[in-house]
């Protein structure tokens, strides 16, 4: 168990040194305002011996599984109410679900609204995986006509279109060109 100094020492820490190596006693205790790099090192003694801190090859650096969401073992039924366990099963990174650091993963900010009939809204973030090619159905970051657009892929017969999920936009027809940047892996919103 730590003590609520040593709570709020570490919450410095992590947010900021996140998932980074920890820098060394003498830089945290100028930057923590400690006289000495010695309290340093007893916070971080404590702090391994709760396993909040990790130590490999003489670095330090946090826990990784202190990092991301809580996942509640209990699922939410969007049907009617029912009691939710509070069990917590694990700390959900979005980094890791939706691959965010690799290369060919991005973020988009939405704007407009002609998505919101499947509940994509102005300022969501759009997690997109590039890739050329989409199935129908999928939705995409596309390049048509000489712009972006986040839409619906449709397909038939060899008849290719976008389709907003807002009865107040039309579907969208290549003229020229058409390209799919990616297909949208997520939405995150910021409430």
């Known amino acids: 168990m730590i003590t609520e100094k040593q709570k709020t020492f570490f919450e410095k820490l992590k947010s900021m040194y996140g998932q980074d190596t920890l820098p060394s006693f003498e830089i945290i205790a100028k930057e923590f305002g400690f006289k000495h790099k010695n309290s340093v090192w007893q916070y971080f003694n404590k702090l391994k011996e709760e396993n909040l801190i990790q130590e490999k090859n003489g670095r330090f650096f946090i826990n990784k599984e202190l990092f991301g969401a809580v996942l509640f073992s209990s699922a939410v039924k969007a049907g009617f109410a029912s009691v939710a366990d509070d069990y917590i099963e694990k700390r959900v990174s979005l980094d890791e679900s939706f691959k965010i650091n690799n290369p060919s993963t991005f973020l988009f900010t939405v704007s407009g609204d002609s998505m919101i009939d499947l509940g994509i809204f102005e300022g969501d973030k759009v997690i997109v995986e590039k890739t050329n090619t989409a ?36 579907n969208l027809y290549p003229k020229e060109q058409l390209v799919i940047f990616g297909i949208a892996q997520g939405i995150v919103r910021k409430l």
Do not use: H, M, Q, S
């Open 135 to 170: 199935r129908n159905g999928d939705i995409v970051i596309a390049f048509i006509d000489g712009g972006y657009t986040l839409k619906t892929y449709r397909n038939k017969n060899g008849k290719v279109w976008l389709e907003p999920a807002n009865k107040n936009y039309p």
